[in-house]
């Protein structure tokens, strides 16, 4: 390859952190993340600094995707990598919405509680759509999410169509794997172990922030206090329930009030739960879902510039830093675009978001969906430095002014956190490429 006549890739971020530069590269994610000294960067153009560079280091930005040939199209190996998502049918994600019962009334909140429960009926037509997906596709994981209102007031929904789907799946020799998504009231002990003998392992938790905080913005319907119920839950689980197939995501629903002191909720937090590293803590910026309920909660809602404030303060705990890091392992690509992927609502009737509960399909429309929806919007995205992860198919309904994923809005702070020790030299004084600890 001739080495005069190189390109900076358009899939690359350079973020400013004291006298370097962390580059990151869309297409490769995590494992070519790179430092250089800023004055091999060019901060207007985004483009890498090559008057004077010599070939040693050339040679290392071209192996790590930095620098290309100039004749190179980029957007051919983007295409390619849509191609095969498009055709993988190896996954089959469902969430089951078990009732849209709630026993909280959080202020935020996008759905219309009613007493609706999944039938037996419902179940077993679910138990038969899946099978037609196994008989015709033959994937190799069905990956359940249990959802709600709250889906824990649903047990036994839980308990019979898991038993269901754990032996259609032993029949055909598929994964099963399972989540929940819980406000945390009913997992007490006995719950827990109940959900686990399903498989259920994975579990989402919301806690907004202080006792004050939370109490105000979820409380119980009627009225009265959430936080303490969750907190003694979540301890009683550390203490009595010592597997390690046990994770826990707690979700920290971040607003206006909680800017001052978003570092204390999140120590306060690591405290609770005895720094166990089976539990996550996450914060993510209150956002607007649809609904009545959140125009009432306007005010509490983050601008673009309080967003990136409260990551940069987050970022300081290496676990939130890893996890948003490690979120580039992956494509950001929504599950409405994604094959064999819908919501079964509480009435048996599917759609392709729990979102957009107002709108019902056919297993056919679904997929047809799912590939208009690339082919509508991907145009107008190619020149980002972030379409090689993102490809225009993140969640359509996102409410910030670029419908983007919200790792475009903090990459200067994501990559400005990562700590200066986990970085090992390429070239002395030039290079150092990042290593995951």
Known sequence: MNMNKLKTSRFVYGAEKNDD???YHSLYGTNNILKIKSDMWTKESSQINMAGMDEETKEVLLKYGYLIDESEEELAAVNQKRERENQDYSTVRIIVMTTMNCNFDCKYCYERKNKERLSEEAQEELVNKIEGIFQTQNPKLLNISWFGGEPMLAMDVIENLSKKLIDLCKKYKIMYLASITTNGFYLSINNIRRLMKYRVYSYQVTIDGTEETHNYQRPLIGGGNSYTSIIENIKRIQQEIKSGLLHFVLRVNVGISCIEIIEKILKDLEEKVNHDGRFMIMPIPISDWGGDRVLGFKDELLDEQMVKGIFKKAFQNP???????TSFDETSICDINKNNSFVVKPNGKLTRCSVELEEEYS???????????????DKKCEKCFLFAWCMQRVCPKKTNSTNCPIQKIIMEELLGGIPKDHFETLIKDKICLYRRR
């Open 319 to 325: 676990e939130i830093l890893s996890y948003y890091l």
């Open 21 to 23: 530069i962390i580059l």
């Open 363 to 377: 297993m056919d429309e679904l997929q047809d969906l799912s590939i208009a929806k690339v082919l509508e919007q």
